[in-house]
């Protein structure tokens, strides 16, 4: 996809402000103790502890994070946040570690009597128990079923006891105008959703493949560019929540694989999506003579917890008090030893230290916010998002009246170019005083709020990763599971650089001045999300612009 240039909401609003209109009234008295807390220096020594030898890359279920996790703990105890889980502060998140058998795994393709079987990197995936399946093969379109927007694949084809076979991301992701949310995602988009709706119909399997006819690298490909911690000496163990609603493997394929499983189709694969992008009508249909035999082993296999981090503020307001906003980060990282530690600086001890800061700034403040603030820092995002999808499904606070999410990942750089970000996004010239908002599309209150509360601090927001839809990075960070939960829930996000998920993701680059205004505009805004008579309204169904 090519990225032009396009006017920026934010950054076109950002100056507006600041060219014309008067200066931002002076901070409010009664916030002004605990925004006076917010400092660069604490927050350097907070980064740099986190980041440190010591603590090994944080690596979930190693000593390095269980450090970071007890730390987290007694800042959230010395701040008198209050302990809402049996245990304290810490909630636990139940997983499953493994190991894939890459010499065993396995699929197969039964055609015309003979047998063909794939291996990695033609066919890539992993599945906590041991798989054996054999079905026959559907073509699910791009597996989404979209009822508010009169779309979907399954129509008409039953995928009972069958495997799917589906493109990724969804149609018409080039055109400004798709009903899919323009040229952004959507959260009919990312595989998990796609996984949960194969499962939900019937489905015993489910085969993913890039889009034939995309215009950016497949997730495969996007990843092996990211370098560093993708392609470290000691390839990490995989891990899955124990017990969750994902009961059906899900493996990625190669153009090629996916061409040859199509070849009795009817249609070739660019036709099909071509056909599907143009009518935005089902193309799903059987596959006559297409029997798949899926065959997963692993060489280990434990179980074991890790803990989310969470304190509350009680809110100040008899009514209000019920409801809740998160303000969130996470504490793991890739891990390493000797010589290749990643060290995760900005990733995400910047979030860590942020959401430490903002625990300390609110409790130290006389007068508390009429909502309550739950402050929690995840277990396992690097892992697949584990704690954060583990507190949506599991909630210590209702998440019907949980107004907005604030989450920190990467907060710390200044966005630079790298091999994985190269020709897919765009990277304004001066990025020492931007901020990425990501999430726009499903609260415009929410980035209102922000926007307005920011010429107290005068960032430069931006909202470019709303608009594309090759980094998927809208479903990247703790904050997507909430807007799965119908939850305005926003990345804050400084943007990816050379150094990400590499060793030198270091203490020492990280901007402390921007972070320091980047943790004083998110205690603005949370209290105005906490004390604004209506909360940020949630946008289920965007229709790009
Ligand atoms: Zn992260
Ligand atoms: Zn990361």
Redesign the pocket.
Known sequence: MKFTSRPLLYLAAASAVNAAEPPAPPLPAQIAPGYATIRAESLRADVTFLASDALEGRLSLQPGNTVAIEWIVSEFAKAGLQPIVDDGYRQAVPLVEYRADRAENRVSLTRAGTTKPWAFPHVAGSYKDDVDVTASVVFAGFGITAPELGYDDYAGVDVTGKIALIFDHEPQETDPKSIFNGTGNTRYATSRVKLLNAQNHGAVGVLIVGEPNRKHPSNQERIAKIGGSATRSLSLASQVLDNHELRIPIITISDVVAQELLATSGALPSALQEKIDRELQPQSRALPDTAITIHLRNTTRRRANTYNVVGLLPGSDPSLAAETIIISG?HDHDGGSGSEIYHGAD??ASGTAGVVALAHAFARNPVRPKRSLLFVVFAA??RGLLGAFWMAAHPLRPLATTRAVINF??IGRNEEASEQTKDLIEIPADTTNRLNLIGGFYSPDYARTVAEENRRVGLVLDDRFDHESALNVFFR?DQFPFVLKNIPAFWWFTGFHPDYHHVTDTADRINYSKMTKIVQLAFLSTWRFADDATAPRFVESPRGR
Do not use: F, K, V
Request: no cysteine; aromatic share 0%.
């Open positions: 996470h990733d995400n995002e690097e990942d990467m960070s």
